[in-house]
């Protein structure tokens, strides 16, 4: 499917240092989780009304959130592709690491609201009802987070975009906090155990855990992160094929 629709929507999709392609790229990836997203928000939040979890109401509202990352992402490509003029000589590739970082931020604003909600559910207990079409709900949301997930991280990979790397991150934590919202569903309805706000604050505190290392890893190379060795053997060895070029040093890499 992801090979299908690179193929589909996005022209000259092997040439992916050029700047159009990867504004292509950017806006099918943005269009495909915010569409994803809206569907799984109004699929949860029904499944939420009808079991009167709490778990759930948060987890469809995070998809709502992730469906805002997506319209987030998609201005961010869109502005990243602008040409470079007289007050931005560099261009303005920056703004997908501004995109990354807004992403990265939203993610712990999530797991903000889903610990105070969790701890709300624990100290405020109310009865879970269990419904095999909210388990079902919950597990098709399950397998779309999943291919998000290894949809936005091929993308990811395939133009270096930190922005849909952590897209990518953040559709892994949905599955994962889904899964633990449905196991959770699952065993109160067989034990009468009420584990909806507990597993609440287990996902919260993963989702926080996640987002700070997001945002490290998008605000390094807007702060001047070094280049990798890799990077720097290569360029060293380009400069060293001229000939009369005796050594390198000092070199500094602008991103």
């Not at 790229?25 to 979890?53: E, M, Q, W």
């Not at 987030?72 to 931005?88: V, W, Y």
């Not at 991280?153 to 849909?164: E, F, M, Q, T, Y």
């Not at 060795?229 to 890499?253: F, N």
Request: glycine share 8%; charged share 15%.
């Amino acid at each position: 499917m992801t090979d299908f629709l690179i193929r589909k929507f996005v022209p000259d999709h092997e040439k992916t240092t050029d700047v159009g392609v990867r504004a292509a790229y950017g806006k099918l990836s943005s269009t495909v989780s915010i569409v994803s997203n809206l569907v799984l928000f109004a699929l949860k939040l029904l499944a939420g009304i009808l079991s009167a979890s709490v778990a759930i109401t948060a987890d469809a509202f995070n998809n709502l959130s992730d469906a805002s990352s997506g319209i987030i992402t998609l201005l961010g490509f869109k502005m990243a592709g602008k040409p470079a003029d007289p007050e931005h000589p560099y261009g303005h590739a920056r703004y997908e690491y501004l995109s990354g970082l807004l992403i990265s931020v939203l993610i712990l604003v999530i797991g903000v609201e889903l610990l105070k909600s969790g701890l709300d559910k624990i100290f405020h207990p109310e009865l879970t009802v269990f419904r095999f079409v909210t388990a079902g709900i919950l597990i098709a949301s399950i397998a779309v987070k999943l291919w998000l997930c290894v949809f936005n991280r091929k993308v990811g990979i395939l133009i270096d975009s930190g922005a849909l790397k952590a897209a990518s991150a953040d559709s892994r934590n949905d599955v994962l906090s889904t899964t633990a919202v449905l196991a959770a569903t699952v065993i109160s309805h067989f034990t009468h155990v009420d584990l909806d706000g507990y597993m609440g604050v287990a996902v919260a505190a993963f989702i926080l855990y996640s987002g700070v290392g997001l945002v490290k890893e998008t605000v390094s190379p807007l702060l001047g992160r070094a280049p990798d060795p890799e990077t720097v053997q290569m360029i060293r060895d380009k400069i060293m094929s001229y000939p009369g070029v005796l050594g390198t040093h000092d070199l500094m890499l602008h991103d």
